[in-house]
């Protein structure tokens, strides 16, 4: 009952910790572990041990999974020279270079308890940087390499302390060393491979969505057991298996699977996640209780743990300039990683739960254990606030660009447009009898999607787009049908399921509106498109400057409204959008064939191609 009790105010507090990180606009894990500080000193707090196996059997797969499953496999492949140097090279140097300093510093631990405590603290968190780094807004490259660095460097750390543990109790060579490596990477790469390939053959076969999500639940957990078993990487298992299973969602799961998996899974990972910063902050009154009973001077203590502290920030900084010193090297200016990117990527190396997690495997019977845990926790807290709080401020000293709204926006228009325009070709193909007029009502619903991606990209202050109209009056609809609905079942004269049914409609409908209001004001406008990148026709015709009294005359002519101005970049002429009820920059390229048009809104500066399909 105790345990129960202790788990749902567990849960409570990081529900309500969350909120008021968000009002205070602070990461959470940095509010959670100083709540968890101050709360593990309270007399009616009952002390918690964070033990290594609930962290390392429980926490650590569902966590590492959630996040991989969200992580783009291309992204990972464009950038796995950078990932591999900082999970592996990088995690190898920080635990040499931090032994080197424990041994100067407290030699009487011994070699392979130095580097035992140098694995400890080496990995960076891939909760702690992804949620610092998704929140202020870093480029997506960085943040790539920050999750998939974070999702490997796990295996490298564990197999370099399970190493030294090993070393403490009897000698062991180098050879065994390597051996040890090569079955934790090549066991847990081919394990992680079975599972994905086991996993989709399943999914393929199943249509309910509710087993669907049963199967991924147990997913993570299987993987990292059965390479444990084998004494493989049961991380780099689930990292494999959650990048594929995630990569191949599109072909091997149906809509209402994938559905379902994302919002268990968001769920999932948001109270464990925060969860794990809680339980670092309990363990704190009990580690300092320790070492009241050291043998070793306060001073002492805190000059290497300090030291510790500083080295780890200090060789990951350095390592990562080096790196991309040498990579730059043998790369054209245009490929080269700004040097603000990677001040921010060797700035991000917060420690997390798995830092806490290893220290506790380290045997009690080793010299200054409780020393060893109060370095662990000072790395796990220093960097989270020291680098955690700090890292807002970097960046915007040193103008590192956070993704654009605007290209996001021109970008999800582009991509939706060629949809649309791949469904209307096989529309084309079919072969059937239309006598109510589907294809007209099918062709009306695709132009309103791809009608408000475009909107969306409207600077333009002062209209309602004919997107926001219908959302803003749909989702009154919505509410009045569901109130109706409400009044339908207090009467108790419909079946409750048909009730649920219906409701469960109307939610979904409300849910995929495009409400492009909300959003608009953050799209700003990006620069003027001088690159067409491969379409031959964006290159002929590069952006022009539209005069501020541009207007559409057929649009005049005709006595129709405008909604948004196109200028055709061939012959001069303005027209209006596909928004607007004439259509007339639309009918112009199919008048003229010309081919390339910019938008002549205030503010909006991109071109579109009609004939590739492709904007600039």
């Known amino acids: 009952m105790e345990t129960v009790f202790l788990l749902v105010a567990i849960a409570i507090t990081v529900i309500a910790g969350t909120a008021l990180s968000e009002r205070l606009r602070i990461a959470a894990p940095m509010l959670l572990i100083a709540v968890g500080i101050v709360a593990s000193y309270l007399p009616f707090i009952p002390e918690i041990h964070l033990e290594p196996e609930v962290v390392l059997l429980g926490l650590l797969p569902p966590l590492l999974y959630s ?130 390939i086991v996993v989709a053959w399943v999914r393929r076969r199943l249509e309910n969505p509710l087993l669907d999500t049963a199967v991924s639940f147990v997913t993570p957990f299987a993987a990292y057991l059965i390479a444990e078993r084998i ?4 991380v780099i298992a689930v990292v494999v298996a959650g990048i594929l299973l995630g990569h191949k969602a599109p072909i091997i799961q149906n809509a209402r699977s994938r559905i379902t998996e994302t919002i268990t899974w968001r769920t999932i990972a ?95 019977t080793v010299p200054h254990h409780e020393v060893l845990l109060l370095i662990a926790l000072t790395v796990v807290v220093g960097t989270l606030f020291g680098q955690g709080l700090t890292l807002p401020l970097i960046t915007r000293a040193l103008k590192v660009d956070a993704p654009d ?124 498109g001088e690159d067409g990148g491969d379409c031959p026709d964006l290159l002929d015709y590069p952006a022009v400057e539209t005069a501020k009294d541009a207007f559409c005359q057929r649009c005049r002519d005709e006595g129709t409204h405008t909604v948004a101005l196109r200028q055709c970049l061939v012959c001069g002429n303005v027209a209006c959008c596909d928004s607007s009820p004439g259509q007339h920059a639309t009918a112009h390229f199919h008048d003229t064939g010309h081919a390339v048009m910019e938008s002549a809104e205030p503010g909006e500066n991109w071109r579109w191609c009609y004939v590739h399909l492709k904007t600039s």
């Open 67 to 196: 996040t991989a499953i969200q992580t783009s496999l291309l992204d990972v492949r464009a950038n796995v020279g950078n990932v591999l140097q900082l999970s592996v090279v990088l995690v190898v140097v920080t635990t040499a270079a931090v032994a080197c300093v424990v041994m100067w510093l407290l030699p009487s631990v011994g070699w392979p308890v130095a580097v035992a405590i140098g694995a400890v603290v080496a990995p960076p968190d891939a909760v702690a940087a992804t949620a610092v780094a998704r929140r202020i807004g870093l480029p997506r490259r960085v943040v790539t390499i920050l999750e998939a660095e974070s999702l490997l460097n796990d295996a490298t750390a564990l197999v370099a302390l399970r190493t030294a543990i090993a070393a403490i109790a009897a000698t062991v060579s180098v050879g065994a060393i390597e051996f040890d490596f090569l079955r934790a990477a090549g066991g847990g790469l081919i394990i992680g491979l079975l599972v994905f």
């Open 231 to 234: 004494h493989s990487s049961g």
């Open 270 to 364: 948001f109270l464990l996640e925060n969860a794990v910063f809680l339980l670092i902050g309990l363990q704190t009154r009990s580690i300092l209780a320790a070492i009241a009973e050291s043998d070793l001077s306060i001073g002492r203590v805190i000059l290497v743990c300090l030291a510790v502290l500083a080295c780890v920030i200090v060789v990951r900084v350095g390592f990562v300039f080096a790196q991309q010193g040498i990579r730059d090297a043998f790369r054209p200016p245009s490929e080269r990683m700004p040097r603000s990117s990677s001040f921010v990527i060797g700035w991000a190396g917060m420690r997390g739960v798995v830092t806490l997690a290893a220290a506790l495997l380290i045997p009690e």
């Open 405 to 528: 709204p605007a290209s996001d926006a021109l970008a999800r228009a582009t991509v939706l447009q060629q949809a649309a325009d791949a469904g209307l070709r096989r529309l084309n193909e079919l072969d059937f009898d239309d006598q109510t007029g589907v294809v007209d009502q099918i062709r009306t619903r695709l132009d309103q999607r791809t009608f408000a991606a475009w909107e969306r990209l409207s600077t333009t202050t002062g209209a309602e787009s004919p997107s926001d109209l219908y959302a803003r009056i749909r989702i009154e609809m919505i509410d009045a049908e569901r109130a109706r609905v409400l009044e339908i079942r207090s009467e108790g004269r419909v079946p409750s399921d048909v009730v649920r049914e219906v409701l469960g409609m109307l939610d979904l409908e409300e849910s995929m509106i495009d409400v492009s209001a909300e959003t608009r004001e953050f799209v700003r406008a990006a620069p003027l």
